[in-house]
Structures are given as C-alpha cells and as structure tokens.
C-alpha cells in the first residue's frame, strides 16, 4: 500500500509540485472530476441531437426553461449544503448520486420514446428542417409536430435536466475543493484537479464517437459514471490538511464586509462557520445565498463576470449547433460530430492543464489569467464577422475553451479562495447556477432577437458580441486586482 502511494506521488509529482498531505484530496478531486465530465460529455451529444430534432428555432426557449428550471432546482442544493446535521462531503455525495439516478431514469424514457418513433418521420423533420435553415439569415426551422407530445417532453426534460446536471454537480465540487484548498495550493493544484475534468471530457466524447449506436444506453454509462464520482467524492476532505494560520484583519481599511471576519477565522478553519451551526428555517437557507451576494460588492463583480462569460459563450454555442444542423442530415452523424469537436478540443485542453496551468497562475496571477479569454473571445468574435465559416467558428471554438480551461477557469475558482465558507457553498453555487442560467437565457433571446426579429446575419450578430467582450475583460481586470488586495491581507499572521 505504501508503495502504490509512493509511486503515485512520484508520478503526479512530475507533473505538478503537491506536498504528502495534499496527494489524498487531490486524487480524489481529479477523479470526481474525471467521472463527472466523463458522464456529461456522454449525454451531450444525445442532449443536443435532441434539441436540433425539435427544431433550431426552439432553442431559446430551452435555454429560457433551463433558466426556469435552475431557478427552481438550484437553491436545493444550497438547502443540502447547509444542513446542520450533514457534512458537507455527505451533502455532495447525496447530489452525486441524486444524478445518477436521474440519468436511470432518463435512459428508460428515451429508450421508449426512441423504440415507438418513426424512423420515416424522423429523416422527414431533419430534411425539412435542414433545409428552412440559413446560417446567414432567419432561422425557422420546421415544426416538430409531427411528433408525440410525449416525444417533445422527454427530450425537453433531457436537455434542461443534462444542463442542470453539468451546472450543479461540478460547481458543488468545485466549492468542496476550494474549502480543502487556500490560495497558495490552489495556484499550484487546480490546473491538475481540471485536468482531470479534461480528461473526462476527452474520454466521454471518444466513447460518445465508438459507441454511438448506442443511442439511449449511452445514459445508463453516464450514471454509472456519476456514482463513481460520487464514491471520488468521499476522499476530498480537509481533514489530514495542516491548520491554516489564524488571519488577522483587524485595523485595515478599505475591505468589504466579507473580509472583516477576523473574530470568525477560526470557525471557517475548522470547516464550520457562525451561520452555518445555527438551524435556519429552509426558506431562509434557499435566499440565504442571494442574500450574500448582494451584501458583497467583490461577489456581485463576480457575477457580473460569469454572466458576461456565460453570454459570449452561448453566442458560440448557439453559431456552432446552426452550423452543424445545416451540414448534417443524419442524427448518428450529428452525434458523433459534436463527441468528435469536443474530443479535439479535450486534447490540446488536458495538455496545457497539465503542463502550463500552473506556471501561469503562479508567475502570471489572478489577473492575467482571468483577463485572457476576454481578451481571446473579442478577437473571436471579430475574426468570425469578417469570415463567418464553419472553419473559422470551429477555430474560434477551439482557442477559446483552450484559452477558457487552461488559464482563466482556474483562476476564477481561486476568486473564491479569499471568502468566506458560507460564501464558497452558498454564495458561489448560487453564482455557478443561476447567474450561468442567466448568461445562456440573455444571450439566446439576444441571438433571436437579432437572427429572426432583425433579420442579421451572422457577421452582423458576431459584431454585437464585441461590446460585451470589453466589458468582461474590465470586470476581469478589476476583480483580479481585487482578490490579490484580499489576499495580502489575509496573509497577514495574527500579532
């Protein structure tokens, strides 16, 4: 045993620099990660071969019943957080496993609806809709009434469900991590702990490609995966972690109000804050999350730039399902070009992960790394006004996921490392949700607006994107500024 631990830490210390008592939770961190992704990039060509077989017009209403959904769902798992008589790795085991019985679930009705359609009606509605399509100009695309409303409601649910899952179940284990870890092992760990999201998203889109035929069965593989996370999940845990060093705030100026707790430090050390022993009725629990948003100028910057990412990235979504619904009749076809793209991209997002994420946070910073995909989207979006292609959307897409996992979502994780621990599980799964629902909903009522409404085309809407680039790379700039301040005072030992 103890020699499987050292060869082990051997090889993950040539990848990365972890001390002895950081190897555990990291491990574990980057296998539920791994099964997670593993799972939701299994699911994600059948969620979205789906959307396309109810219509290409129809999808700003799924991202607006997504928004719903979320809205509805979300604050359960803030409920689950803070239970006073559950931990919080029994709290993210429970929402691990929650999911995968979901996906039990969904392969059943899928699998029924799939067996009773029409394969006739099916390449009917997808020639029909291909051909009503134009990338360039209105987009309506054929009505998918010539299913059963019971065919139209399960792959509804799938989509809104598949997007829950991805929202809820890595924010809840990215809040895990970030209570195990400060933001010294955070700069040097987290680029790890993604790679093994990457790796998952690599080894989920390479058996969504082998396994296709597979169709509805893909679902019981993803809840397989999911309860292998949910078993990865026990082993993040801060409790063989050194104690951290009692913070002291006391006497300086200019921070928020989530930064003068120095009479609670303790109490967020030891995995417990103040609010958090203290039973709370579950309406209050639900609002308690908004309720530290607004309370807190640094958080609100935080939201703000989430939904900025959150708009351009749908924006991209949105032009790469046109196209790929407009080249491709076939639904097996459709299914293994979106596993196919999200495996392409997959490789060159584990390799920087493993080799350069690291180095960036920890020589760059916070603020380099979260101003870089602001900075790669703008270009992005003016490379694809001046050459709306198929091949200049899928380089776009490619450089900035790369530039998105690589640099600046670990860099956004370490945002939360100078809050508090309320902040991290309720505040944090708060912003990962709604305020990411909120994102995708802006921007596909953006999207139709311009697209159907206005009649652009997709150079003109590329252009509208431009503006909102700007923004976020300022709030970017202005909350890494931000979280370095907080941080040099958080490293200040008590006198």
């Known amino acids: 045993m103890v020699t499987v631990r050292s060869r082990i830490e051997w090889i993950v210390s040539c990848i990365v620099t972890v001390h002895p008592h950081e190897l555990f939770p990291l491990i574990h961190s980057f296998a539920c990660f791994f099964f997670i992704l593993t799972a939701y990039f299994v699911v994600l060509p059948l969620r979205d071969e789906g959307a396309i077989s109810l219509g290409l017009s129809n999808l700003p209403g799924l991202f607006a019943g997504s ?9 359960i798992s803030t409920v689950i957080f803070s239970l006073p008589y559950l931990s919080k790795g029994k709290a993210l085991l ?6 995968s019985g979901s996906l039990v679930l969904f392969f059943i009705l899928l699998y029924v609806t799939s067996f009773g359609s029409s394969p006739s009606v099916s390449k009917v509605l997808v020639s029909q809709s291909i051909a009503t399509v134009n990338y360039d100009g209105p987009n309506h695309s054929a009505s998918s009434g010539s299913h059963g409303w019971f065919f139209i409601s399960v792959r509804i649910s799938l989509f809104l469900w598949v997007a829950l899952l991805n929202l809820v179940t890595i924010s809840s284990t990215w809040a895990r ?3 195990v870890m400060d933001n010294e ?9 993604g790679a093994g999201a990457t790796l998952g998203q690599l080894f989920g889109s390479l058996f969504a490609i082998g396994m296709a035929r597979l169709g509805p069965f893909l679902l019981l593989f993803a809840a397989l995966m999911m309860e292998l996370a949910a078993q990865s999940s026990k082993g993040i845990t801060r409790d063989i972690l050194p104690e951290p060093k009692e913070l002291s705030f006391i006497g300086q100026p200019g921070l928020d109000e989530h930064v003068e707790v120095d ?26 999350g908004l309720r530290l948003i607004v309370g807190s100028t640094y958080l609100i910057h935080i939201s703000a730039f989430l939904w900025l990412s959150a708009v351009v990235s749908s924006f991209f979504y949105l032009q790469k399902v046109t196209i790929i619904a407009t080249t491709v009749a076939s639904s097996l076809d459709r299914r293994r070009m979106f596993a196919q793209i999200n495996s392409f991209i997959a490789i060159f997002i584990l390799t920087g992960q493993l080799t350069v994420t690291g180095h960036i946070l920890t020589v760059a910073g916070v603020t380099a790394a979260i101003c870089a995909t602001p900075l790669v989207a703008l270009f992005n979006t003016m490379a694809i006004a001046l050459w709306p292609t198929w091949i200049m959307v899928a380089i776009s897409e490619t450089l900035r996921k790369v530039v998105t996992y690589v640099v600046t979502r670990p860099g956004r994780e370490l945002l939360f490392t100078v809050v508090s621990q309320d902040e991290k599980y309720k505040a944090k799964v708060c912003i990962d949700v ?7 909903a802006t921007a596909a009522g953006i999207y139709k607006l311009l697209v159907d409404v206005l009649h652009k085309k997709a150079s003109t809407v590329a252009l509208y994107a ?12 202005y909350l890494g500024r931000r ?3 907080l941080f040099k005072y958080q490293s200040v030992p008590t006198s």
């Open 483 to 485: 979280q370095s301040h």
């Open 466 to 477: 431009v503006p909102v680039c700007l923004l976020w790379m300022v709030t970017a700039f």
């Open 177 to 179: 991590v970030i209570d």
């Open 263 to 288: 009479k609670h430090s303790k109490a967020y050390s030891s995995g417990s804050s103040p609010r958090s022993s203290v039973m709370m009725p579950p309406l209050y629990v639900i609002f308690d």
């Open 434 to 440: 709604i305020v990411q629902r909120l994102g995708d």
């Open 67 to 75: 928004l719903v959904l979320t809205l509805v769902a979300a604050p």
């Open 94 to 99: 429970i929402i691990h496993r929650f999911f």
């Open 185 to 193: 092992s955070g700069s040097r760990l987290f680029g790890f702990v």
